[in-house]
């Protein structure tokens, strides 16, 4: 390769703030955010969660309150995850119409109705043993809690969801939840399919946040975190299976994969920053060891730049008030 300086010279590019502001390659907006949120039965105030420093759950009863707030900052979308009190072998009560899955969406979108509320469709904040579906002897049984995603995806569309995201990694989850939704009239709400979803370890200040508790693991459905070409895999599948947007959760140790399946899918593609991402940002920023907005906007950039569209983050509120 022929040495091209100095006639070539890149610094020229970067030489003030206008010229860098021109030449930014991505962008990261309120627009692209999505909020997700902790919503309990049965709790009187806001509670901190203390693995997640800023993050609280929020009383159901002040649901309204909180949606409104979340909703004059900007921000267009909310993921709603239920904090039950009422649970199951099989997570019953998330198909119930009367349940809290149901009450919460209704009650989001009654407070805010210019808000997309997404419910995430899964069963393992409303199971006792804390995984996503029915257990048959030592495993989940895959067929059987298919079924049940999708009579709680059509309580979900009859509460108001905007869209559907099934998180619980059962093969034919997609199929099955847009044949219960087309089934019952709901054939215009989206699926947000979390194709990519790993068994990791950045999940646990969420086990905390959402009161799931599990017995084992989730190895057996979730993927390994060594494989790359096993994603590409699920994610093809989930869009020959009706899938609207596809998701890879987690987000930053999985920018490789979030990248290869950008380069082969036309679909929306979304992202989940996990709340141990959330929480490490958030403890070293605590202890003085980096700067918590620069952090944070350089992690969401990078995760745009690898090619999502939409980023589920903990950190939207404070974006949508401080900016970017």
């Known amino acids: 390769m022929v040495n091209s300086f100095p006639s070539m010279r890149l610094r020229r590019l970067?030489?003030?703030?206008?010229?860098?502001?021109?030449?930014?390659?991505?962008?990261?907006?309120?627009?692209?955010?999505?909020?997700?949120?902790?919503?309990?039965?049965?709790?009187?105030?806001?509670?901190?969660?203390?693995?997640?420093?800023?993050?609280?759950?929020?009383?159901?009863?002040?649901?309204?309150?909180?949606?409104?707030?979340?909703?004059?900052?900007g921000i267009k979308a909310v993921m709603t995850f239920g904090v039950s009190h009422r649970k199951d072998d099989i997570g019953s009560d998330s198909w119930n119409r009367d349940g809290l899955l149901a009450r919460m969406i209704k009650r989001a979108k009654d407070a805010a109705p210019e808000l997309m509320v997404i419910s995430d469709t899964c069963f393992c904040?409303?199971?006792?043993?804390?995984?996503?579906?029915?257990?048959?002897?030592?495993d989940v049984h895959n067929d059987h809690t298919i079924e049940n995603l999708g009579r709680q995806s059509v309580v979900a569309a009859?509460?108001?969801?905007?869209?559907?995201?099934?998180?619980?990694?059962?093969?034919?989850?997609?199929?099955?939840?847009?044949?219960?939704?087309?089934g019952n009239g709901f054939d215009g709400i989206p699926i947000m399919a979390y194709s990519s979803k790993f068994a990791s370890a950045f999940y646990g200040p969420f086990r905390a946040a959402a009161g799931c508790d599990l017995q084992g693991d989730r190895k057996a459905y979730q993927m390994n975190p060594m494989n790359g070409r096993e994603a590409l895999r699920e994610s093809d599948l989930d869009e020959a299976e009706g899938a609207d947007i596809l998701m890879v959760k987690p987000a930053m140790p999985y920018l490789d994969v979030l990248s290869r399946i950008r380069q082969r899918s036309l679909l929306p593609l979304a992202?989940?920053?996990?709340?141990?991402?959330?929480?490490?940002?958030?403890?070293?920023?605590?202890?003085?060891?980096?700067?918590?907005h620069r952090v944070v906007r350089e992690s969401l950039g990078a995760i745009k730049r690898a090619g999502a569209d939409l980023i589920l983050t903990y950190f939207a509120m404070d974006i949508a008030r401080q900016g970017f």
Do not use: W
């Not at 970067?14 to 030449?23: E, G, K, P, T, V």
């Not at 904040?125 to 030592?138: A, P």
């Not at 995201?165 to 939840?177: E, H, K, L, R, Y």
């Not at 992202?271 to 918590?292: C, N, T």
């Open 158 to 182: 009859e509460a108001g969801a905007d869209m559907i995201a099934p998180s619980a990694m059962m093969d034919g989850q997609v199929a099955a939840i847009r044949s219960a939704l087309d």
């Open 125 to 138: 904040e409303y199971t006792t043993h804390g995984h996503c579906g029915v257990i048959h002897g030592s």
């Open 14 to 73: 970067r030489s003030n703030q206008a010229m860098r502001d021109l030449l930014q390659e991505n962008t990261v907006s309120v627009n692209d955010l999505i909020y997700p949120i902790f919503v309990e039965e049965e709790l009187d105030d806001f509670a901190p969660v203390e693995s997640m420093p800023g993050v609280f759950r929020i009383p159901e009863h002040k649901l309204d309150v909180a949606v409104k707030e979340i909703a004059a900052t």
């Open 271 to 292: 992202a989940y920053q996990v709340s141990g991402e959330y929480a490490m940002i958030k403890f070293a920023a605590l202890a003085g060891a980096i700067d918590e």
